[in-house]
C-alpha cells in the first residue's frame, strides 16, 4: 500500500493573509513622505501648536448682529429659489385633472402656508433688541416670497380649470345654456 501524498503548499496569497502584518513605521520608516505629505505625528504637532496659537477671540456684537441679519437675508429670500423651479414642475405636470398634478398643486400650496404660518419661528434665533427694527423689513420680503409661491398656486389651479374665472353651467347665477343640437348654423 502506498501512503496518501501530502496536501500541496497554500498558495502565495493564503500565506500573506494569514500572517500578521508588518508594523508600518518600520517598514515604511525607509520610504519617504511624497511631496505635500507630512506624517501623522508632524500633523498632530501642528494642530496642538495651532489651537495653542488660536485664543478665544471675543467678537463685537456689532459683528454679530451683521451675522446674524446677514443669514436672516438668506432665509428670506430662499423661497425665491424655489419659484423657478416649481413654475417649470407645474407646467410639465399638465393641466389635467390626475392625481399627480392634484399632488404637485397640494404641495406647492403646503408649503407657503406653512411658511406664512411659521414666519416669526423662521426668524426667532435672529431676534435680538438690536436688530428687531431690520428684521422687520427681512420678515416681509420673506412674505412676499412666500405670497408669489401662492400666486404660482393660483395660477396653475386657474390653469386646470378649477377657479371658477370663466362662464360655466353650474354658476346659479348665469343663465343656462343652450345644447349643441339645438343651435342653428347660419351657412345652412
Do not use: C
Not at 422687520?136 to 409661491?149: D, E, F, H, S, W
Amino acid at each position: 500500500m502506498s501512503q496518501p501524498l501530502p496536501p500541496p503548499p497554500p498558495p502565495q496569497w493564503v500565506v500573506a493573509l494569514n500572517s500578521p502584518m508588518p508594523n508600518p513605521t518600520k517598514a515604511a520608516s525607509s520610504i519617504p513622505d511624497p511631496p505635500g505629505f507630512s506624517s501623522s505625528k508632524a500633523v498632530g504637532k501642528q494642530r496642538e501648536k495651532q489651537q495653542k496659537d488660536q485664543q478665544p477671540t471675543t467678537s463685537k456684537p456689532e459683528e454679530t448682529d451683521a451675522l446674524k441679519i446677514k443669514k436672516a437675508w438668506e432665509i428670506a429670500i430662499a423661497p425665491s429659489k424655489q419659484i423657478p423651479m416649481n413654475a417649470i414642475m407645474m407646467y410639465m405636470s399638465g393641466n389635467s385633472l390626475q392625481i399627480f398634478s392634484i399632488m404637485m398643486v397640494f404641495m406647492l400650496f403646503k408649503g407657503p402656508i406653512q411658511g406664512l404660518f411659521n414666519t416669526n419661528a423662521a426668524f426667532a434665533k435672529f431676534d435680538t433688541e438690536s436688530t428687531r427694527a431690520k428684521l422687520v423689513g427681512v420678515k416681509a420680503v420673506y412674505v412676499l416670497m412666500q405670497l408669489g409661491l401662492l400666486a404660482l398656486g393660483i395660477w396653475k389651479v386657474n390653469a386646470m380649470g378649477l377657479l371658477p374665472t370663466t362662464r360655466s353651467d353650474w354658476l346659479a347665477w348665469e343663465s343656462e345654456r343652450q345644447p349643441l343640437e339645438r343651435a342653428y348654423f347660419a351657412f345652412s
